[in-house]
DNA sequence: TAGATTGTTAATCGATTAACAATC
DNA sequence: TAGATTGTTAATCGATTAACAATC
């Protein structure tokens, strides 16, 4: 596979929320769905959403549009990795422990199997299922769980320290929930997420609006 | 101020990222910062650093860059409204109570002001200072402490309904934590945000870098 | 001065959308 | 059939970057 050409971000990101969306059309009994229909659903285009499906070499029938399920099926094999893919909570402060119950049980592939903490009340606690080890344990468990994706949510001050450390541990992605500016290597996806920037920007275009 | 444009909405983000690393400059006395201090920072180019400063009609000077406290106070100009902006947490569960605390004392022209929730065991309790309210109290609360904005955290169940009631109830900017479609009207600005798209993203760039 | 930096236009790049042939 | 839909190319749009003059 190492010939296939990575999707563009935009792409995956809403594959993955056509996955969600479908995912509910299952639940509902709904088997087939149009292009204007999960278009609707994101509000994008209903050729935004054919484009994006012709990317990963899916094809509908021109009556009743796309196999629910088989769409759904498909964007797991884009997504997802076969075996699955391990994650670790860094940080198990009230963020990432609502983060920890947030996901428990929405993806088979991609499972939450540990938390990080140097606090002594949380160490050795299990939260929504999950087993909250010590920093000193990141480097055993890491290996022995096989994680290879981390949730960053430890206080700011701690941020680098600790990335550099995941980093050297052979971590390969951090969905970073910290406003500390992080450096990785290259073969390290990182991707960032700040509350307080998607809230001003909300902020902003109120602001706007009103004027 | 009608006759001001609107900002993109991609430099509206940078924005509000490059004041979060400005403020930290302030805190570690630095007074003025070239573009390319604040492009590594973010791991972008300092020409859009400087094309974004320059939409916003600052400047710097040539030998010492940009002055980091007025560049933070114009920032606030753009972004912040001059009395500030209230904020209300609709769904007081784990997600929701970690986000009032993430967010305290982080912003002073950006302020949660109350919660709301339907469980018994939430409703009349104060979670990191912010009162949280029945459902009931809705558009009595919004009116009285003028909140314009809403953090939607509640379950996607319930998402739709709640949704229209704050539309109704006069809000204008949402930021949807929840995994519902929703549709608002033209007025109200809608900013989604799902943490499983990220992780999902950062599962699909990690699974490509592998192969 | 030479080198480093800003400010800004023009070029490029990437992502979205318009247009339309094919088909059921 | 007519109308609705898919699949796909070409055009457009918007955002980023290259290039460079100005300046300290």
Redesign the pocket.
């Known amino acids: 596979m190492k010939n296939t050409i990575a999707l563009?971000?935009?792409?995956v990101e809403?594959l993955s929320q056509y996955r969600r969306n479908l995912l509910s059309c299952v639940a509902s009994g709904k088997t087939h769905?149009?292009?204007?229909?999960i278009a609707a659903l994101l509000h994008?285009?209903?050729?935004?959403?054919?484009?994006?499906?012709?990317l990963i070499?899916?094809?509908?029938?021109?009556?009743?549009?796309?196999d629910v399920q088989e769409l759904i099926d498909l964007i797991g094999d884009i997504i997802d990795s076969e075996n699955g893919q391990n994650v670790a909570v860094v940080g198990a402060g009230n963020l990432g422990r609502a983060i920890i119950s947030y996901f428990k049980g929405k993806r088979s592939k991609l499972l939450i199997v540990g938390a990080f903490d140097t606090n002594p009340e949380k160490v050795d606690k299990v939260f929504a299922g999950v087993q909250c080890y010590h920093f000193d344990k990141l480097e055993e468990i890491i290996e022995k769980e096989n994680i290879s994706i981390v949730i960053l949510t430890v206080p700011p001050t701690e941020a680098v320290k600790v990335t550099e450390h995941l980093v050297n541990t052979g971590i390969k992605g951090i969905l970073n929930f910290t406003t500390a500016p992080l450096n990785v290597s290259e073969d390290v996806f990182l991707e960032e997420y700040d509350m307080i920037t998607s809230l001003e920007k909300v902020a902003y275009f109120v602001k706007k609006n009103e004027k």
Do not use: C
């Open positions: 563009p971000s935009k792409t809403r769905i149009f292009s204007h229909e994008i285009t209903p050729v935004q959403v054919r484009r994006d499906i012709m070499g899916y094809s509908g029938t021109l009556r009743k549009g796309y």
